[in-house]
């Protein structure tokens, strides 16, 4: 049995880590379920690729060497041979070459892509991909704040999430039998939301402690790296570091001409050699020479783990394995511990199951932040109530409004961003940089919207615009088939009709919420920060019909 005043120091533990934090966990994890389907995203963002013909691997030869003798650096820094077609994919082919700079300094790259026209002539592009859904995970990672402290405030604040989740836990202890799973629907509103907030917590426990560990060794890995580096090996990790990345190297040009062997061929020498590797691309380094080498990223079956950081090398003319040291069932324990602690954050394993179960957890792991916060600042009312007090205190008042501010303004904020992939693309310069301005002008907005109107009003107003803005990625798509001159796209891949599928399921769920939100405002106790109403001291407050939000 634990004391009542241990059980005390956890609950105000928990509340007060829960507070600090919730805000950045509440966009951590809302952006981190949009991030389950980066890849899809990323396809609904790609516009179509004008006069672009489809080239069969049969064909891919004539087209890699044309790409190698007028692309020169393509050889060098890899030319990328995509094998799924997908719409992000903006041909067969794609590379990329250096920006003009001075040796030695910082630059950029510019993105091509290359493919045959009719008459068997290569035709190459430069063409700058979305980067809508890099950003997206980058707001997941980061919440926004620049590299590197994004990282370590996420690592830090990942850290207090752990502790939150402890505490949380010890607090419910002592009810946790009586109360399980139980859930109190009825006039008492916060008994109501508190059941479901410790029902969403126990039961999604597991997923909470696995996210707090990996993220916080992710979000840290690189200062505890360079501590360990300084006060352990002292200097000779680098070392160790560089032997480790030998084996994704590539052979050194010999400077004599080799026959490449086809990519079909290729895929059938991979097939034999490593068959439970799923490959997703072909990158060629220095096609032509006769040391030229294929690195082939994928996933291998029964491991967890992303497929960009594992894979095999062949040799480009023969097929041969010339290194597999970097695919899952090959790595030694640290990289296959480290890919590990990857894999189960992202959620890179079994498939699309695991990836629904993540997209699920992180939404109900962002309600619960946001449900944290409305509990506290419930619980202060009644205390404050019990004092004889009925108006809210400034502190409160403030709390409220940063938590409709901060959490419907980044969800709005992402949905217009993902709208703005097609309504800007070909009328803006960068589009890649006006996402981010459009996505913290609404954020922002959002803020001090919030804090203008207060919360009760603020909350109505900024779920109508969570609700505008997420119904707008469907109904862009709708238009762009019902005006093709507008010069938008509208693909029809199962994934990215999906993407419009699951956004308008959202917009309901807001619009929804935004009702419920009103008739709370205008029916429920007039001294709670959640009414429109004047509070009345004289009046004795009533409890709120049975209403489902705050």
């Known amino acids: 049995m634990i004391r009542a005043d241990i059980v005390r120091l956890y609950k105000t533990v928990h509340t007060w880590t829960g507070i ?52 020169p650096q393509a ?35 510019v993105h091509w892509w290359g493919t045959l026209n009719p008459d068997g002539k290569l035709l190459a592009k430069p063409e700058e991909p979305s980067e809508l859904a890099e950003f997206i995970n980058d707001i997941h990672m980061r919440v926004g704040i620049p590299r590197p402290w994004g990282s370590y405030f996420m690592g830090v604040i990942s850290l207090l999430y752990g502790v939150a989740l402890i505490a949380g836990v010890i607090t419910l202890l002592p009810s946790l039998v009586k109360d399980f799973l139980e859930l109190r629907v009825g006039k008492n509103l916060k008994r109501m939301w508190l059941d479901a907030h410790n029902v969403v917590g126990i039961t999604a426990l597991p997923f909470h402690i696995a996210i707090a560990i990996t ?16 006060v352990i090996f002292g200097g000779k990790q680098a070392i160790l570091d560089d032997q480790e990345n030998e084996p994704r190297r590539a052979p050194k040009p010999i400077g004599e001409a080799g026959v490449m062997m086809p990519p079909v061929q290729l895929l059938q020498k991979l ?8 490959p997703r691309f072909l990158v060629f380094k220095n096609f032509g020479d006769k040391a030229a080498s294929v690195r082939v990223p994928g996933r291998e079956r029964g491991y967890v783990g992303d497929y960009h950081l594992g894979g095999v090398m062949l040799s480009a003319v023969t097929g041969e394995l010339l290194n597999d040291l970097t695919r899952p069932a090959r790595q030694d324990p640290d990289r296959r511990a480290a890919e590990t602690f990857y894999g189960l954050h992202a959620g890179h394993y079994e498939g699309a199951t695991v990836t629904w179960a993540y997209f699920l957890l992180g ?56 709208v703005a992939a097609k309504w800007l693309h070909g009328r803006v310069d ?18 001090a919207w919030a804090f203008a109107s207060g919360a009760a009003r603020s909350a109505v107003h900024l779920l109508w615009l969570c609700a505008a803005a997420t119904v707008a990625i ?7 088939l ?17 993407v419009d599928v699951v956004a308008f399921v959202g917009a309901l769920c807001f619009a929804w919420m935004a009702v419920a939100t009103r008739r709370r405002i205008t029916t429920g106790p007039a001294d709670s920060i959640w009414s429109v109403r004047k509070a009345d001291a004289a009046t004795p407050p009533r409890e709120p019909a049975a209403v489902a939000a705050e």
């Open 363 to 418: 939404l109900s792991g962002a309600w619960l932040f946001y449900s944290g916060n409305l509990l506290w600042i419930e619980t202060r009312r009644k205390t404050a109530r019990k004092g004889g007090e009925v108006e809210q205190s400034r502190s409160t008042r403030l709390l409220g409004s940063a938590t409709v501010g901060v959490c419907l303004g980044c969800v709005a904020g992402i949905s217009l961003t993902i």
């Open 430 to 447: 960068d589009l890649n940089h006006w996402h981010e301005l459009i996505y913290y002008a609404v954020f922002l907005g959002s803020i």
């Open 474 to 480: 469907p109904l862009t798509t709708l238009t762009a």
């Open 75 to 109: 050889r060098a820094e890899g030319i990328k041979l995509h094998l799924r077609g997908h719409e992000n994919e903006p041909a067969r082919v794609t590379w990329e070459e250096d920006e003009p700079h001075e040796p030695g300094q910082p630059h950029g790259h």
């Open 215 to 230: 993220a916080t060794a992710l979000s840290l890995s690189s200062p505890l790296w360079s501590a360990q580096e300084r």
């Open 20 to 71: 600090t934090c919730g805000f950045s966990l509440f966009i951590a994890f809302y952006a981190g379920a949009l991030t389950m389907f980066q890849e899809p995203i990323a396809r609904w963002a790609s516009p179509p690729s004008v006069g672009v013909a489809a080239v069969s691997l049969d064909n891919a030869p004539r087209l890699l060497e044309l790409v190698a003798a007028a692309h």
């Open 271 to 278: 097939k034999e050699q490593v068959p439970d590797l799923e």
């Open 482 to 498: 019902l005006f093709p001159t507008l010069g938008m796209w509208a693909h029809g891949s199962i994934a990215t009709i999906g």
